[in-house]
């Protein structure tokens, strides 16, 4: 393990009084775990929260490319090729050469992937349900926009 030298200005006072339930990103991570522990005592262990998301963009937008995808979804790239890889495997996504650019692919649900989403598709929405139940409902809306801002995807105004 590599040895890491303390700052000499290090304020040992101020790092004791560090309160973790007042750091965004701690909040952010237990948040996480709690949304996939809900996801996962609604929907067992049949897919992830992420190639859920994948197989609904999918069937909402077939013929999508990578980057598309990416776009959409959030991913990385190279989860989302890894992911995409593993869901061909399975049946749940067809991948074809792009007809307009031979070094591309496209992708879309299969009827089976497709199958999957409309079967899980009750179950998703009470995890979701059961993420926000919580919060008072006149908040969470709120709360939504919030979360769509920190990842850039709405204006904080």
């Known amino acids: 393990m590599p040895e890491i030298a303390a700052k000499p200005d290090l304020d040992v006072e101020e790092l004791l009084g560090f ?9 952010l991570r237990r948040n996480h775990q709690r949304s996939y522990e809900l996801f996962t005592a609604r929907v067992g262990d049949v897919l992830t929260r992420q190639q859920f998301a994948l197989l609904v963009t999918l069937t909402q937008r077939p013929g999508s ?30 991948r074809e050469r792009d007809p307009t650019d031979s070094r591309a692919w496209t992708m879309r649900a299969t009827p089976a992937g497709r199958a999957l989403v409309e079967a899980l598709a009750p179950k ?7 993420i926000l139940e919580p919060l008072p409902v006149e908040d969470r ?3 939504m926009k919030c979360l769509r801002v920190l990842i850039g995807l709405e204006p904080a105004g």
Not at 19 to 27: E, K, N
């Open 65 to 94: 490319s990578q980057n598309e995808l990416v776009a959409a979804t959030g991913m990385d790239k190279s989860t989302l090729r890894e992911m995409l890889g593993r869901m061909v495997a399975r049946g749940w996504v067809e």
């Open 141 to 143: 809306a709120f709360f």
């Open 19 to 27: 309160d973790l339930l007042s750091a965004p990103g701690h909040l």
């Open 124 to 130: 998703v929405q009470a995890a979701q349900r059961d």
